[in-house]
């Protein structure tokens, strides 16, 4: 499990979360992940300035599968 930063991080997970919640927080330029059933944070990416640009959503999933829900 890593996040994809330059250079790649790894995550120490204590297991693999069944749900991921991303939160984003446009003014301070974070994304954050966390793990639904325990809402402890995943990784935060470093902050970034979206300067007035359209945000999408990438996602690599090397096993498994990915459903996404609003």
Request: aromatic share 14%.
């Amino acid at each position: 499990n890593r996040a994809l930063t330059s250079p790649p991080t790894p995550l120490n997970l204590p297991r693999v979360p069944r749900k991921i919640r991303i939160s984003l927080d446009y003014e301070w330029g974070e994304v954050t992940f966390f793990d639904v059933d325990n809402e402890i944070p995943i990784f935060t990416f470093p902050p970034a300035s979206f300067a007035g640009e359209r945000i999408r959503p990438w996602f690599w999933v090397e096993l498994g599968s990915l459903s996404l829900v609003q």
